[in-house]
Structure formats: C-alpha cells, structure tokens
Nanobody, 115 residues
Framework: QVQLVDSGGGLVQAGGSLRLSCAAS????????MGWYRQAPGKQREFVAL???????NYADSVKGRFTISRNNAKNTVYLQMNSLKPEDTAVYYC?????????WGQGTQVTVSS
C-alpha cells in the first residue's frame, strides 16, 4: 500500500512563488518517474512536469522556465518550485509517481494565483 501526501499550495499574488511537496509512504521498493499534474475548474487534468529516476526532466510548455521539479529519493519526495506565477496557473495540483509500472496519485493541493 502506497500513500501520497501533497502539500504547499496556497494563495499567492501574480509574480509570486510557491513550493509544492509530495511525500510517498508505505510499502515502497523503487520509485520510477515522479511528476505533477494540475486541473483547473472546468478543464481536464493536464501534465505539468516529470522527473525520471536518472533526474531527467520534462515540462509543459506553459511552465518552462518558471517551474522546477526535483526529487529526494532518500525521502521518497518530489518537489515543484513554482516561480513567476500567473493567474492561469490556478488549479489543483496533483503529484503522480510510478512504482513497478503502477501509478499512484496524491490527493491534490490547491494553488490560487490572484491578479
């Protein structure tokens, strides 16, 4: 059984920063990819960022140059540093990890960016 806990969301003004964290706990052997997705009201969940076991990263075009994903394997934690936030970044952010080809999701953390 694997549990993910997202945290770090909140309300911030445009141009501000937030750092999201997602900690995995439970029976964990080896985490493959770790990533973040987001879902704005009335929209489908969309990809934000991904980091592989070898620390290769990939970002959605909309966040490139503003967001940075990182991971701490010793703590089974993935982070998302979000800078220069825009109102269009407002969404619920979900972490996602893969263990033995199975996907696990966090419960989501709300990020609201005011203009």
């Amino acid at each position: 059984q694997v549990q993910l806990v997202d945290s770090g969301g909140g309300l911030v003004q445009a141009g501000g920063s937030l750092r999201l964290s997602c900690a995995a706990s439970g029976t964990i052997f080896d985490i493959d990819n770790m990533g973040w997705y987001r879902q704005a009201p009335g929209k489908q969940r969309e990809f934000v960022a991904l980091i592989t076991k070898s620390d290769s990263t990939n970002y959605a075009d909309s966040v490139k140059g503003r967001f940075t994903i990182s991971r701490n394997n010793a703590k089974n934690t993935v982070y998302l540093q979000m800078n220069s936030l825009k109102p269009e970044d407002t969404a619920v952010y979900y972490c996602n990890i893969y263990i033995l080809s199975r996907a696990y999701w966090g419960q989501g953390t709300q990020v609201t960016v005011s203009s």
